[in-house]
C-alpha cells in the first residue's frame, strides 16, 4: 500500500466553509485554476489526509478531510486543463489553528502555508501535519 500523503486547502468559508462539508458528507473540490494547485490536486490519493483552511476571517485551520476519489476532469472546466478531487470530512478540531500560531511554531517555518500564501492546494509533511493537528486537539 501507498504511503498516505497529507495535503492542506484553502477556502473562502463564505463560498464553502467546513460547516457544509460537515452538512454535505462530500464535496468535489473544483474551480481550482493554479497551475501548481491543479497539480498538487493530481497528486491525491485516495487515503489521503487534507487539512481544510477558512482564507477569509478568522484564517485557520478548522477540520481534517480524506480524499475519496482521486483526480478527474473539474466538472466546472469547459478546456479540460483543470482537474477536481472528492474530499469527505474525518473530523473537527476542538480548537481552531490560526494563522498566527501557525506561524509562531518553528517547526512549521518552512510550510508552503507561510511560503506559498497564495496557493490554495498544498502538500505538507506528515509531521507538519500531525503537529496542526496537535494544536488543535
Known amino acids: ?25 462530500k464535496v468535489t473540490w ?9 497539480n498538487n490536486l493530481r497528486e491525491m490519493r485516495s487515503g489521503d489526509r487534507v487539512l481544510f483552511y477558512h482564507s477569509v476571517g478568522p484564517r485557520e485551520v478548522v477540520g481534517v478531510a ?7 476532469p473539474d466538472p466546472t472546466d469547459d ?3 483543470w482537474s477536481s478531487v ?11 489553528v490560526g494563522l498566527d500560531r ?15 500564501s497564495r496557493l490554495s492546494v498544498m502538500p505538507l509533511a506528515k509531521k507538519e501535519f500531525e503537529r496542526i493537528v496537535s494544536m488543535g486537539a
Do not use: C
Request: aromatic share 8%; glycine share 4%.
Open 30 to 38: 473544483d474551480g481550482v485554476r493554479n497551475y501548481q494547485a491543479r
Open 86 to 96: 472528492e474530499l469527505k470530512p474525518v473530523t473537527s478540531l476542538k480548537t481552531p
Open 102 to 116: 501557525i506561524k509562531q511554531d518553528p517547526d512549521l517555518a518552512d510550510i508552503a502555508l507561510i511560503r506559498q
Open 66 to 72: 480524506e480524499v475519496t476519489r482521486e483526480a478527474f
Open 79 to 81: 478546456t479540460g486543463r
Open 1 to 25: 500500500m501507498a504511503t498516505r500523503k497529507h495535503w492542506l486547502v484553502k477556502q473562502e468559508p463564505e463560498a464553502y466553509a467546513w460547516s457544509d462539508l460537515l452538512r454535505d458528507g
